[in-house]
């Protein structure tokens, strides 16, 4: 069984920061990209940052210079490195994946549980 496990959330003041932690547990075979998207209240869930297995990376306009995705595979886990916050950071940000069992051999993209962050002016 493949799970993601988010942690790192938290209140913060404007101007802050925060760092996410995402891991992947289970009977894993590969993992190909891993990313960070959030919900906030009333709105769609957007991407917030990428990772592709070979390094690239791509964020939202709104994150651009301030977030940083990062990942280290030997540990299966991707991290969001959250600076300078603003409170329309204010959202739940759930971990994105796409991995392969070896049950199956198959990419199947799965969510964590997310985690709340809450950026106070």
């Known amino acids: 069984q493949v799970q993601l496990v988010e942690s790192g959330g938290g209140l913060v003041q404007a101007g802050g920061s925060l760092r996410l932690s995402c891991v992947a547990s289970?009977?894993?075979?590969?993992?190909?990209?891993m990313g960070w998207y959030r919900q906030a209240p009333g709105k769609q869930r957007e991407l917030v940052a990428a990772?592709?297995?070979?390094?690239?990376?791509n964020y939202a306009d709104s994150v651009k210079g301030r977030f940083t995705i990062s990942r280290d595979n030997a540990k299966n886990t991707v991290y969001l490195q959250m600076n300078s916050l603003k409170p329309e950071d204010t959202a739940v940000y759930y971990c994105?994946?796409?991995?392969?069992?070896?049950?199956?051999?198959?990419?199947?993209?799965?969510w964590g549980q997310g985690t709340q962050v809450t950026v106070s002016s």
């Open positions: 994105n994946a796409q991995i392969a069992s070896y049950s199956t051999r198959r990419y199947l993209i799965y």
């Open positions: 289970g009977v894993i075979f590969s993992i190909n990209g």
């Open positions: 990772n592709t297995s070979g390094g690239n990376t």
